[in-house]
């Protein structure tokens, strides 16, 4: 049966996040009844990257199964169906066997900090009103590049076997009274972002010494990391698969 990659972005404010949950709105939900609607049939989704609760996505990915075709209407339609806080950006098709969880090369977040009271973000970054370093903020994004085993920034309840991730790039930057932390691993532990940045905005602070961060991560032990900032300054920016993998169906918005 021919499998398809359905590219998402969204919003994540009023959802409790990607995967769908007992008495709790969630963005695969709305996708799977937008796709239900259209296509007369329920379809299974498998997601690329977990989203939490708040947490949004400039590129996110679902694969799905379909015998049918794909109008050329479909990206169009669909847009019309399902939420204005979800966008339905593209489909693919895939070889038979290809999944959008396990093909990925890699993942790329992006946390978003701002100091002065602004309306027009506050629900799409954190607000943070004090002065940070950064020098101090840089120094310590750097230092997470020298180390593979993230245990000290994995919440407890999760499901993998090690805690080995692969970081690609780590920065932070400031444009418009906007922080922005990038980063790019082969993998994302659950809370890791969160618990990456949480902690290094004590260093930026100065609350935590770059020896007491590299404490931190040595110690592999959760407790001693910061997960305390909320998820609506996250975004889950792209996904990256392999060449070739993907071929793009031409369609028509209007």
């Not at 259209?38 to 199964?65: E, I, M, P, W």
């Not at 990925?104 to 009271?117: D, G, I, N, P, W």
């Not at 900032?229 to 792209?238: E, I, N, T």
Request: proline content about 4%; glycine content about 6%.
């Amino acid at each position: 049966m021919p499998r398809y990659f359905l590219e998402v972005s969204y919003k994540g404010s009023n959802y409790s996040g990607y995967q769908v949950q007992e008495n709790a709105n969630s963005i695969q939900e709305e996708v799977e009844k937008g796709l239900e609607i259209y296509f007369k049939q329920r379809l299974q989704l498998v997601c690329s990257s977990r989203t939490d609760a708040g947490v949004h996505a400039l590129q996110n990915f679902f694969h799905f199964d379909l015998e049918q075709p794909i109008p050329e209407s479909f990206l169009y339609n669909m847009n019309s169906i399902i939420p204005g806080d979800i966008t339905v950006k593209g489909i693919f098709t895939v070889p038979e066997g290809s999944s959008s969880r396990f093909d990925a090369l890699s993942r790329e977040y992006r946390y978003q900090v701002y100091r002065k009271k602004n309306a027009f973000i506050a629900d799409t970054a954190y607000y943070f009103p004090y002065r940070l370093d950064p020098d101090r903020l840089q120094l310590a994004a750097d230092l997470i590049m020298n180390y593979s085993d993230f245990t000290s920034f994995s919440k407890k309840r999760t499901q993998v076997k090690d805690f080995e991730c692969r970081i690609i790039y780590s920065r932070w930057s400031l444009e418009n009274d906007v922080w922005s932390y990038e980063v790019s691993a082969n993998r994302f532990l659950r809370g890791m972002v969160k618990g990456l940045v949480g902690t290094m905005l004590l260093v930026g602070r100065g609350k935590l010494s770059l020896d007491e961060f590299l404490a931190v991560i040595e110690s592999r032990d959760c407790s001693k990391a910061d997960f305390s900032v909320p998820g609506h300054g996250l975004f889950l920016a792209r996904v990256n698969f392999p060449d070739g993998l993907m071929s793009y169906l031409p369609n028509r918005w209007e």
